[in-house]
């Protein structure tokens, strides 16, 4: 029987980017960036394959939607990913003027928006964006599980 709130379209592709760094070896989280509904960029935890601490896939994409889009700044875009972003994530996300956040799976281990540093939170943080948590929050929250299982 199909789902009678079917996922929003960026949500679902995050999801796809997310079984994609999974089937490279990396925890597989993704992410997608919109602008008035379109994709602008999407992105996938990259840490293993560029050797880099920082790709993490929100990070990823806003590299990319920056590129795209010609600026440093993503005013008037939202972000979609997998699993609540971590500190380094939403500090790069308030920096970006990212202007709605909306993840799947909450983090109250590496969390940096509802658990952890809380970055939105904190009177230094000059950009909040508006915040939706759970959008497909089972599905990611497999995909997680599934892959650290194998792992163990």
């Known amino acids: 029987m199909p789902d009678p709130f079917p996922l929003p379209e960026p949500m679902r592709l995050a999801l796809a980017a ?3 760094a ?3 070896g990396e925890v597989p989280i993704g992410a997608v ?3 008035e509904g379109r994709v ?3 992105g996938e935890n990259r840490n293993r394959r560029d050797n880099d601490p920082t790709a993490h896939a929100e990070i990823v994409a ?3 939607a920056c590129a795209a889009l010609g ?3 993503l005013t008037g875009c939202d972000l979609w990913v997998t699993l609540e972003p971590c500190a380094m994530c939403a500090g790069a996300i308030a920096h970006a003027r990212i202007a709605r956040l909306y993840y799947g799976a909450p983090d109250p281990k ?3 928006v509802d658990h952890g540093a809380r970055v939105f939170a904190r009177p230094q943080c000059h950009h909040r964006p508006e915040l939706f948590s759970g959008l497909g929050e089972e599905a990611a929250a497999a995909l997680l599980r599934g892959f650290f299982a194998e792992r163990r």
């Open 18 to 20: 997310a079984q994609a």
């Open 22 to 24: 999974a089937q490279a």
């Open 33 to 35: 960036v919109t602008r």
């Open 40 to 42: 602008v960029a999407t």
């Open 62 to 64: 806003i590299r990319a």
């Open 71 to 73: 600026t440093d700044r």
């Open 110 to 112: 590496g969390g940096g």
